[in-house]
């Protein structure tokens, strides 16, 4: 992919450098960044330089690449470099969750539980992988009593599973959070409590497809910010990447990165 890239600037006459090992310092003497990669490769780099301030973009690289879904759509490499340099670019609002940035989501319990799962697997491309190791897990995983504080409100249920969430979807194609918008300043909080393993199989296709907002065990908000505090340590993932942890502090940074739109 970075040689295609690299392929049609070069056609263009489009001066860049390729880092494909170690990343500078910084990236101040550059106008802007692409990354090729899942959702993981840029919630490291977003993370390595947090306070970056020129455009970015992101190319699918990963097994699901969410991220490139909801930026571009299914635009190929190709149009999507015509497009980028021909386009303008807009700020996109990030999370940040005990002290680790992201962009896509935040997913606590069930799904984190499915990342753990996943660490150190070769993954296919699209949500196989991630389906798999859902339909291994499904029947056997214990709701934790979870505590969520959204500003005045409390809610204290059995959890199944929990989405906070910047953009739609996560795990290669599970939209999670059909509602959200990745920059109108506000997280999408998705609830699934406690539901049997047989009413879990008959659901999963539901959510997947993101039709489950409404259901009768599934609590919905939107808000800036949530505290999770768990009776127990629970497996959770940002973006992807995996922690682990009984209480959780998200909020809302509006407007954090700017990404390069399509023409």
Partial sequence: MASLIGGELARRGVPFTLFDREWPADFN???????????????YFINQYPGISIPLSVFPGGSGN??????????????????????????VDAGICNGRLFINGAGIGFDGAI????????????KATY????????????????????GSEVVRKKT????????????????????????DG????????AISPLKRIRYLPVMERGEHMDLPFVVYRQATGVVVACDRPLHAHLDGE?????RFEITILPKKFLFSRLA
């Fill in 242 to 246: 995996y922690l682990f942890a009984d």
């Fill in 66 to 91: 969410d991220l490139h879904w909801m930026l571009y759509g299914d635009t190929a490499p190709n149009d999507q470099v015509r497009g980028l340099l021909a386009g303008e670019a807009a700020p």
């Fill in 186 to 193: 506000l997280l999408d909080i998705s609830l699934v409590g």
């Fill in 29 to 43: 003497a550059f106008s802007h960044a692409w990354i090729v990669g899942g959702d993981g490769t840029l919630n």
């Fill in 160 to 183: 199944f599973l929990l989405s906070v969430a910047n953009g739609k979807r996560y795990g290669g194609g599970f939209l999670v959070a059909p509602r959200a918008i990745a920059d």
């Fill in 115 to 126: 990342v753990k799962d996943l660490l150190g697997r070769k993954k296919m491309a699209g």
């Fill in 131 to 150: 389906l798999l190791s859902i339909l291994k897990n499904i029947m056997r995983y214990h709701e934790t009593d979870c505590t969520l504080t959204i």
